[in-house]
T-cell receptor, first 113, second 113 residues
Framework: NAGVMQNPRHLVRRRGQEARLRCSPM?????VYWYRQLPEEGLKFMVY????????ESGMPKERFSAEFPKEGPSILRIQQVVRGDSAAYFC???????????FGSGTRLTVV | QKEVEQNSGPLSVPEGAIASLNCTYS??????FFWYRQYSGKSPELIMS????GDKEDGRFTAQLNKASQYVSLLIRDSQPSDSATYLC?????????????FGKGTRLSVIA
């Protein structure tokens, strides 16, 4: 079991470009959660998805950010027209149906220059 | 507004001592509680979960929950330098699993050899 896989581990984008972050949940896990962590800050919830459905996106900024979890393939967090304030570590976590607690991926560190 | 509060630290303890980490939460309906450990530059790792009032022990770790006081703590016995990390408290409102966890900002623990 390879665990929760995130890629890329590090991503550098210029202001105005798009960033695509990928997350493959653990085998048997059907629930995916995206969190953002700024330096010296805690984990902030962004969005919760199941296959082909967004369950809760209350933590996602209304503009420029979107997420999907298609029937086939990884979950994608997409940030359009990135700004310096988007620089952060983005963590994906997964859990099985009815499960408590998450398993986190290794994260994607986004740097906007 | 669900909030989870932790003292940011750093909490410094000598090797072999007991480290006590505390967490309070605002939502009285919270049902599930988790402690994650996060080493610098790494992803959070689940170390303890607790759902009922009282103590739960796992090796050198003991989680304590008091729902009336809205308080959860983590004790680390015989602290080791390898325990030096940030400890994140997380709370789940629902008792059904698969709902987003709310995280505190974490307490930085330093175990001095």
């Amino acid at each position: 079991n390879a665990g929760v896989m995130q890629n890329p581990r590090h991503l550098v984008r210029r202001r105005g470009q798009e960033a695509r972050l990928r997350c493959s949940p653990m085998k048997g896990h059907s629930h995916v959660y995206w969190y953002r962590q700024l330096p010296e800050e805690g984990l902030k919830f962004m969005v919760y998805l199941q296959k082909e459905n967004i369950i809760d996106e209350s933590g996602m900024p209304k503009e420029r950010f979107s997420a999907e979890f298609p029937k086939e393939g990884p979950s994608i967090l997409r940030i359009q027209q990135v700004v310096r304030g988007d620089s952060a570590a983005y963590f994906c976590a997964s859990s099985p149906a009815g499960g408590f607690g998450y398993t986190f991926g290794s994260g994607t560190r986004l740097t906007v220059v | 507004q669900k909030e989870v509060e932790q003292n940011s630290g750093p909490l410094s303890v000598p090797e072999g001592a007991i480290a006590s980490l505390n967490c309070t939460y605002s939502d009285r309906g919270s049902q599930s509680f988790f402690w994650y450990r996060q080493y610098s530059g790494k992803s959070p790792e689940l170390i303890m979960s607790i759902y009922s009032n009282g103590d739960k022990e796992d090796g050198r770790f003991t989680a304590q929950l008091n729902k009336a006081s809205q308080y959860v703590s983590l004790l680390i016995r015989d602290s080791q330098p390898s325990d030096s990390a940030t400890y994140l408290c997380a709370v789940n409102l629902m008792n059904s699993g698969n709902t987003p966890l709310v995280f505190g900002k974490g307490t930085r623990l330093s175990v001095i050899a």
